[in-house]
């Protein structure tokens, strides 16, 4: 037992390092935020913190978007025999440097979305990995130890998603993106 966790542990270092580089090289980089309107939208959410049936009904009413074009993925606590949709992840869906084990994750970074929303409450670092890797033009989340993956972070003590989502339209439309 001692070995495995050791073993995770090493992993876990792993893909910490690779984050830290990879959010400290992405946020040099000077980046452009396309004039577009927003149109697909990709959303990253805990199991245990949201029902992800009202997210998208949410999402559709505050930003007008279309169901079919909100991309759900759930962030899951690892359980030894269960088996997962083909949203959901855990962290053993990671491998060695922040790589990505599960196909349906690898295309759900790759897709340019055109706002990426990640409605975690905790610091989770491997939904901090998914935010950094998504190839999405404008990414939006709760403020944390560390926001240079965000566009745009919210501050709100309870991480309430009604206020983040209040406050993200709000911005969205100044920017003229909804």
Same mark, same amino acid.
């Given at each position: 037992?001692?070995?495995?966790? /050791?073993?995770?542990?090493? %992993?876990?270092?792993?893909?910490?390092?690779?984050?830290?580089?990879?959010? /400290?090289?992405?946020?040099?980089?000077?980046?452009?935020?396309?004039?577009? =309107?927003?149109? #697909?939208? *990709?959303? @990253?959410?805990?199991? *245990?913190?949201?029902?992800?049936?009202?997210?998208?009904?949410?999402?559709?009413?505050?930003?007008?978007?279309?169901?079919?074009?909100?991309?759900?993925?759930?962030?899951? /606590?690892?359980? %030894?025999?269960?088996?997962?949709? *083909? $949203?959901?992840?855990?962290? =053993?869906?990671?491998?060695?440097?922040?790589?990505? %084990?599960?196909?349906?994750?690898?295309?759900?970074?790759? &897709?340019?979305?055109? @706002?990426?929303? $990640?409605?975690?409450?905790?610091? $989770?670092?491997?939904?901090?990995? &998914?935010?950094?890797?998504?190839?999405?033009?404008? %990414?939006?989340?709760?403020?944390?130890?560390? $926001?240079?993956?965000?566009?745009?972070?919210?501050?709100?003590?309870? =991480?309430? &998603?009604? /206020?983040?989502?209040?406050? *993200?339209?709000?911005?969205? #439309?100044?920017?003229?993106?909804?």
């Amino acid at each position: 037992m001692l070995e495995k966790m /050791t073993f995770f542990s090493f %992993k876990k270092k792993s893909i910490q390092r690779f984050f830290e580089k990879e959010l /400290t090289r992405q946020s040099t980089l000077v980046k452009s935020i396309p004039v577009s =309107k927003i149109k #697909k939208v *990709a959303v @990253l959410i805990e199991e *245990a913190s949201h029902d992800q049936n009202q997210i998208v009904p949410k999402i559709e009413e505050m930003y007008g978007i279309r169901g079919a074009d909100v991309h759900v993925f759930v962030c899951c /606590t690892h359980l %030894k025999n269960r088996v997962y949709k *083909a $949203n959901e992840f855990s962290e =053993k869906s990671f491998g060695w440097l922040g790589s990505l %084990k599960l196909n349906s994750l690898q295309e759900f970074v790759k &897709i340019e979305y055109d @706002l990426f929303i $990640n409605y975690g409450i905790a610091e $989770n670092l491997y939904m901090k990995v &998914i935010t950094l890797s998504s190839q999405s033009h404008f %990414k939006i989340g709760f403020s944390s130890e560390d $926001n240079r993956m965000y566009d745009l972070s919210i501050a709100d003590s309870e =991480k309430r &998603i009604d /206020t983040l989502n209040e406050e *993200a339209v709000k911005y969205l #439309k100044i920017l003229k993106k909804l």
